[in-house]
Structure formats: structure tokens, C-alpha cells
């Protein structure tokens, strides 16, 4: 049996609590172009797509049933280095877009001149794994912010290009 043809990401789907709240923030603020609207069977809900670059769409369905988030289970309960991330296992820990690196200062200041709580992280090889600057082992910067579901979101950039010196650490379970 062959390797599959990945070409990226089709769609990630989320579920979100107000879909014209979703509309607001991810077409108004972040400026994602709304791409299809489905009107789902006997009454269940919605699902809708936003272009997210790149040919990658983000989706979200809103489902008239859906049961509530769950802070620290569903989603992260914090901001990246505000507290805790962790969320339960088969859950979506955040998503990750990407954007020039050049943009990131102007970027942060756009999500905050809309109101939104924001991190900004260099993530790198140190001990803490987070650095306050721009250093030769960083490899990605983030700015983290939260959706109005507190679905933790990421504009990221890569700061160097990765290797195989960069795929360094054993994989771990419980039994460890």
C-alpha cells in the first residue's frame, strides 16, 4: 500500500455557540472571507466555512443541541504562559495559523485594538521552551488569543528552517 497524497489541510470543523458571534469575529475582525453556509437536516444546525489562506478552509458547526464547553477539558482554561493549557485527550488544543513573520508586531496590535487578550511567545530550545526575544534556538513565534467559545487560536511563524537535529526527543506515555 502506496503513501496518501496530502496536499494540506481541507477543513478543520469546530463547533461554536453563536454562529453570527463566529461570523462577526472570524470574517469582521480577523478577516477570513465566509466561503459556503449549509443548512444541516430536520432543523440540527448550521455549518460554515471561512477561507483561512493557503486553500485551507476553517468550519464550524453549530449544532442546536450541543451540549456546553468545557474550560480545561474541551478547551484550554488559560492563554499560552497565563496558566495551565492542557485540555482532555481526542480534544483540539488550539489551531495555528500561519502569517508572515514580518507582520507578527502588527498583527498583535490589531488583535488587541479589538479587544483581545493576547500572548506573545518566542517559542525556542531553552530549558522553559519559551523565550522573551528573538535567540539563534528559536524556531517558532506565536502570538495566542481565544475566539469568542474560548477556542484558544495561534498566529504562527517560523523563525528558521527545521532539521532533522530538531527531532531530538523520545515520545512518552503513561508508563513512562
Same mark, same amino acid.
Given at each position: 500500500?502506496?503513501? $496518501?497524497?496530502?496536499?494540506?489541510?481541507?477543513?478543520?470543523?469546530?463547533?461554536?455557540?453563536?454562529?453570527?458571534? !463566529?461570523?462577526? $469575529?472570524?470574517?469582521?475582525?480577523?478577516?477570513?472571507?465566509?466561503?459556503?453556509?449549509? !443548512?444541516?437536516?430536520?432543523?440540527?444546525?448550521?455549518?460554515?466555512?471561512?477561507?483561512?489562506?493557503?486553500?485551507?478552509?476553517?468550519?464550524?458547526?453549530?449544532?442546536?443541541?450541543?451540549?456546553?464547553?468545557?474550560?480545561?477539558?474541551?478547551? #484550554?482554561?488559560?492563554?499560552?504562559?497565563?496558566?495551565?493549557?492542557? !485540555?482532555?485527550?481526542?480534544?483540539?488544543?488550539?489551531?495555528?495559523?500561519?502569517?508572515?513573520?514580518?507582520?507578527?508586531?502588527?498583527?498583535?496590535?490589531?488583535?488587541?485594538?479589538?479587544?483581545?487578550?493576547?500572548?506573545?511567545?518566542?517559542?525556542?530550545?531553552?530549558?522553559?521552551?519559551?523565550?522573551?526575544?528573538?535567540?539563534?534556538? !528559536?524556531?517558532?513565534?506565536?502570538?495566542? $488569543?481565544?475566539?469568542?467559545?474560548?477556542?484558544?487560536?495561534?498566529? #504562527?511563524?517560523?523563525?528558521?528552517?527545521?532539521?532533522?537535529?530538531?527531532?531530538?526527543?523520545?515520545?512518552?506515555?503513561?508508563?513512562?
Amino acid at each position: 500500500m502506496g503513501n $496518501f497524497e496530502f496536499r494540506g489541510i481541507n477543513h478543520l470543523a469546530l463547533v461554536c455557540r453563536d454562529m453570527k458571534k !463566529t461570523i462577526t $469575529f472570524y470574517r469582521d475582525i480577523l478577516g477570513m472571507p465566509l466561503t459556503k453556509t449549509v !443548512t444541516l437536516p430536520s432543523g440540527h444546525g448550521q455549518h460554515f466555512f471561512f477561507d483561512c489562506g493557503g486553500g485551507d478552509q476553517l468550519a464550524f458547526f453549530w449544532f442546536s443541541d450541543a451540549p456546553e464547553s468545557q474550560p480545561g477539558v474541551t478547551t #484550554a482554561k488559560n492563554l499560552v504562559t497565563k496558566g495551565d493549557i492542557t !485540555t482532555a485527550h481526542g480534544s483540539m488544543n488550539h489551531v495555528a495559523f500561519d502569517v508572515p513573520l514580518e507582520r507578527m508586531d502588527d498583527y498583535k496590535q490589531r488583535l488587541k485594538q479589538a479587544g483581545l487578550e493576547c500572548t506573545d511567545v518566542y517559542h525556542d530550545d531553552s530549558e522553559q521552551g519559551i523565550g522573551q526575544e528573538l535567540n539563534k534556538s !528559536t524556531f517558532i513565534r506565536s502570538i495566542y $488569543f481565544k475566539d469568542p467559545d474560548g477556542i484558544l487560536l495561534e498566529l #504562527a511563524s517560523w523563525t528558521r528552517e527545521l532539521t532533522l537535529e530538531d527531532v531530538n526527543v523520545e515520545p512518552m506515555n503513561l508508563e513512562d
